[in-house]
């Protein structure tokens, strides 16, 4: 089997057949594929588009499981997956025709643990395009060098995944957290002995109107952040080379910088006061974390700045931005 299709289904009963039909409506290849459907026990009418589409194609398998999050719905399509490589493909996602053409025709010539793929931006609202602009890079790399680059590392479906490889270094997604491609990424990326980006983009990346959680930031998302940048911590601390940390640190320090830039619509709130007393002295004992090798004056002065007081620093920030927009 070459590649295991995985698609989480949680109340997406008005995207679910779109999804389905580019994934299975696929330029022909040498190989079979196929896709995984995890019912996370969605509420709503999912499910009976999905029995469709098996009725009609006997390359789709339906795992049904209680509510358990996005994470766990992933991490049981991979224990079940047969494919040597595996996709997550979100259910309010769609991919190309030509998408498994593209990504056999690499992985077929370099046979990597991971191949990226760079995101078709899809708005909702309007049906713009906009397409992610990579630097070039020739051959294939180690996921550090692509990592340290500071390459995309969230968002998982951009990721076309050697199923071996992950179980083998068990990588799995983090349970019960919000965000859990912050978590995943840097470390997948990390252990990755062969990467190549496909130069062709063929994932399109719905931004929906509503439902997205980046829209409906709360308190839950800020705390698993920091819970995220334990559990990345840890890894550096086990699998980490020394000559490699202080780049790793950076990254790991930027993903505990989002509870700050994530919450601008609540930092005034009683709730976020007190979530930023708590972590308060977390973000100023790791902001070392953001000295990098050569980085320039200006980010020695926010670094100064972001020592003395991190939300203080955000803020005038955020405001510095808002003028500079106000001016174009």
């Known amino acids: 089997m070459f590649i295991s299709?995985?698609?989480?289904?949680?109340?997406?009963?008005?995207y679910i057949y779109n999804c389905l039909e580019s994934v299975v409506n696929q330029e022909k290849i040498n190989e079979d594929y196929e896709i995984i459907i995890v019912d996370?026990?969605?509420?709503?009418?999912?499910?009976?588009?999905?029995?469709?589409?098996?009725?009609?194609?006997?390359n789709i398998k339906l795992i049904r499981q209680k509510n358990r999050g996005l994470s766990i719905a992933r991490n049981t399509g991979l224990n079940m997956a047969i494919g040597k490589y595996v996709w997550f493909v979100d259910s309010d996602d769609t991919i190309e025709n030509n998408a498994?053409?593209?990504?056999?025709?690499?992985?077929?010539?370099?046979?990597v643990d991971v191949l990226v793929t760079k995101l078709n931006r899809v708005n909702e609202l309007n049906g713009d395009v906009e397409i992610e602009d990579f630097p070039n890079i020739n051959g294939?790399?180690?996921?550090k060098e692509y990592l340290f680059k500071g390459l995309k590392s969230g968002t998982a479906q951009r990721f076309i995944i050697k199923r071996e490889f992950l179980i083998k270094n068990k990588l799995f997604f983090m349970p019960n957290v919000l965000h859990e491609d912050?978590?995943?990424?840097?470390?997948?990326?990390?252990?990755?002995?062969?990467?190549?980006?496909?130069?062709?983009?063929?994932?399109?990346?719905?931004?929906?109107?509503?439902?997205?959680?980046?829209?409906?930031?709360?308190?839950?998302?800020?705390?698993?952040?920091?819970?995220?940048?334990?559990?990345?911590?840890?890894?550096?601390?086990?699998?980490?080379?020394?000559?490699?940390?202080?780049f790793f640190e950076y990254i790991i320090y930027r993903n505990l910088q989002a509870t700050l830039s994530f919450s601008r619509?609540?930092?005034?709130?009683?709730?976020f006061i007190i979530f930023?007393?708590?972590?308060?002295?977390?973000?100023?004992?790791?902001?070392h974390y953001l000295k990098i090798k050569n980085y320039t004056l200006k980010d020695k002065l926010k670094y100064f700045f972001y020592k003395s007081s991190p939300l203080n620093m955000y803020k005038v920030d955020?405001?510095?931005?808002?003028?500079?927009?106000?001016?174009?």
């Open 5 to 14: 299709i995985i698609i989480p289904v949680y109340n997406v009963e008005k």
């Open 40 to 58: 996370d026990g969605s509420p709503d009418n999912s499910i009976r588009t999905v029995n469709t589409f098996i009725e009609k194609f006997n």
């Open 100 to 111: 498994l053409k593209l990504v056999y025709e690499a992985i077929q010539f370099n046979n």
């Open 140 to 143: 294939v790399i180690k996921g």
């Open 182 to 246: 912050a978590e995943f990424g840097p470390k997948m990326l990390y252990s990755a002995n062969k990467l190549d980006i496909l130069k062709e983009p063929v994932y399109n990346y719905l931004l929906r109107s509503s439902g997205s959680i980046m829209r409906n930031i709360k308190i839950k998302n800020l705390e698993d952040l920091v819970s995220i940048f334990y559990s990345l911590e840890e890894f550096k601390n086990n699998y980490v080379s020394n000559d490699d940390r202080v």
């Open 265 to 271: 619509h609540i930092w005034d709130t009683q709730e």
């Open 276 to 287: 930023y007393n708590k972590n308060k002295a977390l973000l100023k004992s790791k902001a």
């Open 318 to 328: 955020f405001k510095i931005q808002q003028l500079k927009k106000n001016q174009i």
